[in-house]
C-alpha cells in the first residue's frame, strides 16, 4: 500500500463544475503539498499546508491532520484546469513522498 | 528568470553510455533534491542536498548514480552505464530551509525536469 494516496486517478468533467480530488496519507507529516504538473512535465506548487484551509483564486486546499486527509477543490473549473494534480508529504526526516496523480480533464 | 533552471531538457542515449544532468537552484536556496518520474507516476525521491552535504539517498540510487553539489549552489546527477529501465523524467527542486524541528516544512519551487530517453 502506497503511503500517499489519491483519488480519484482520473476524472473528466464539464466546464463550471466544483471539482474535489483527495489525498490520504498513513505516515506522520510536517506538511502538505498539491502541485500541478502540465503535459511537458513542469510542476507548480499550489499549497503547502500543514493545518486547516487555504485559498488561491478558485483552488482552495484543506487538510484534516487526525484523520490523515486532505482534499483539494477548484470552483467553476475550466478547461486550462486540466492536468495532473500530485499530492505529496513531507516527512519529520524531511524527505518529501508523493501520490500518483490525479489526471484532471475538463471539457468546454 | 530566477527560477529553477535545469540542463538539458532532454537527453536520448544509448545503453551502456554514461550521461549527466545539471540543476540550478533559486540562488538564496540551500536545499536542493532530486527526482525521478516515471510515466504515469508520481515523483519519486533520489537524493537531496543541504549546502553540498548530501544528506540521504534513497534505495532507488543504485551505484551507477552519483550526485554532487560541490560548492553548494548547482548540482549534478550523473548516470553510469545507462539502461532502458533509466529512461525516465529527472526532476530537481530548490527550497529555502526555515528554521529546526518538526514544523519546518518549506515549499518546492520545481525545474522543468530533464526527459531522459536510453535507446
Known amino acids: 500500500k502506497n503511503e500517499v494516496e489519491q483519488s480519484p486517478q482520473n476524472l473528466t468533467a464539464q466546464e463550471g463544475e466544483f471539482i474535489t480530488i483527495n489525498c490520504s496519507y498513513s505516515v506522520g507529516i510536517s506538511a502538505l503539498h498539491w502541485l500541478q504538473q502540465h503535459p511537458g512535465g513542469g510542476i507548480v506548487s499550489l499549497f503547502m499546508l500543514s493545518s486547516g484551509k487555504k485559498k488561491h483564486g478558485r483552488l482552495i486546499a484543506t487538510i484534516n491532520i487526525q484523520e490523515k486527509h486532505s482534499s483539494l477543490h477548484i470552483t467553476a473549473s475550466h478547461p486550462r484546469d486540466s492536468a495532473v494534480y500530485i499530492c505529496?508529504?513531507?516527512?519529520?526526516?524531511?524527505?518529501?513522498?508523493f501520490g500518483k496523480g490525479t489526471r484532471l480533464h475538463i471539457l468546454p | 528568470d530566477t527560477g529553477v533552471s535545469q540542463d538539458p531538457r532532454h537527453k536520448i542515449t544509448k545503453r551502456g553510455q554514461n550521461v549527466t544532468f545539471r540543476c540550478d537552484p533559486i540562488?538564496?536556496?540551500?536545499?536542493l533534491y532530486w527526482y525521478r518520474q516515471t510515466l504515469g507516476q508520481g515523483p519519486e525521491f533520489l537524493t537531496y542536498?543541504?549546502?553540498?552535504?548530501?544528506?540521504?539517498k534513497s534505495r532507488l540510487l543504485s551505484d551507477r548514480f552519483s550526485a554532487e553539489r560541490p560548492k553548494g549552489s548547482f548540482s549534478t546527477l550523473e548516470i553510469q552505464r545507462t539502461e532502458q529501465g533509466d529512461s525516465a523524467m529527472y526532476l530537481c527542486?530548490?527550497?529555502?530551509?526555515?528554521?529546526?524541528?518538526?514544523?519546518?516544512?518549506?515549499?518546492?519551487?520545481f525545474g522543468p525536469g530533464t526527459r531522459l530517453t536510453v535507446t
Open positions: 527542486a530548490s527550497s529555502p530551509r526555515r528554521g529546526q524541528g518538526l514544523n519546518n516544512a518549506y515549499e518546492q519551487y
Open positions: 505529496a508529504v513531507n516527512l519529520r526526516d524531511d524527505k518529501i513522498i
Open positions: 542536498f543541504q549546502n553540498e552535504a548530501q544528506l540521504e
Open positions: 540562488s538564496e536556496h540551500n536545499r
